[in-house]
């Protein structure tokens, strides 16, 4: 089945730790995104890219990174300087037309991070 | 960032009564986009809309891409159990910065049965 796969379900960081979630698609998929849902906050975008080897920050990119080495994968990292990193992560693909993309993005079963 | 107004915040109801919920922005908008998300799962797409006064059915549900390309409603029928979840819009412009998805904050529905 086509689709996207993020992994793990649930994760839990120590202080001062980096994470990193994996997100993989095989929609053949040219952009994906991170978002980050906090309850009765909505979606908050944290980076997206359109193509492999580039990607831009979203709306609260400090203290996450990313990287695009291939089509499939868009790994997101958690680094020690995000302070509050207890949220629910999602991660969606689209397919890529003109500009930033005309096509609605289809999400993962997300991610749900917790701090020891 | 931008964001924009969903209504209303949530929705109890009794089973098989018809539901509407509606957003609004203060810029236009040429996509429309309607999500599901059920508790611990990602959103999933119900309808998508394209062109201003379109209006789209997906089984029990319905949108509609407002003529002003500033808001859209969706409205689903006959409600059933498995319709409860929080719903979630959308929205997209033409141009530029206004090329990023804007959401909404969801509204949740409740369906008793």
């Known amino acids: 089945d086509g689709g996207i796969t993020q992994s793990p379900k649930y994760l839990f960081r120590k202080e001062g730790q980096n994470v990193t979630l994996s997100c993989e698609q095989n929609?053949?998929?040219?952009?994906m995104y991170w978002y980050r849902q906090d309850p009765g906050q909505g979606l908050r975008l944290i980076y997206y890219?359109?193509?492999?080897?580039?990607?831009q920050k979203g709306d609260i990119a400090e203290g996450y990174s990313v990287s695009r080495e291939k089509k499939e994968s868009f790994p997101l990292t958690v680094t020690s300087a995000q302070k509050n990193p207890t949220a629910f992560y999602l991660c969606?693909?689209?397919?890529?037309?003109?500009?930033?993309?005309?096509?609605?993005?289809?999400f993962g079963d997300g991610t749900r991070l917790s701090i020891l | 960032g931008q964001q924009l107004n969903q209504s209303p915040q949530s929705m109890f109801i009794q089973e098989g009564e018809d539901v509407s919920m509606n957003c609004t922005s203060s810029?236009?908008?040429?996509?429309w986009l309607w999500y599901k998300q059920d508790p611990g799962e990602g959103p999933v797409l119900l309808i998508a809309?394209?062109?201003a006064g379109e209006l789209t059915s997906n089984g029990r549900l319905t949108a509609q891409f407002g003529i002003t390309r500033k808001d859209s409603f969706l409205n689903i029928s006959a409600s059933i159990p498995s319709d409860v979840g929080i719903y979630f819009c959308?929205?997209?412009?033409?141009?530029?910065?206004?090329?990023?998805?804007?959401w909404g904050l969801g509204t949740s529905l409740a369906v008793n049965p």
């Open positions: 959308a929205g997209r412009g033409a141009a530029g910065n206004n090329r990023k998805l804007i």
């Open positions: 969606a693909s689209s397919v890529q037309s003109q500009g930033v993309g005309n096509q609605p993005q289809h």
């Open positions: 890219s359109q193509i492999v080897n580039d990607f």
């Open positions: 809309l394209y062109k």
């Open positions: 810029s236009i908008f040429n996509t």
């Open positions: 929609l053949n998929h040219d952009a």
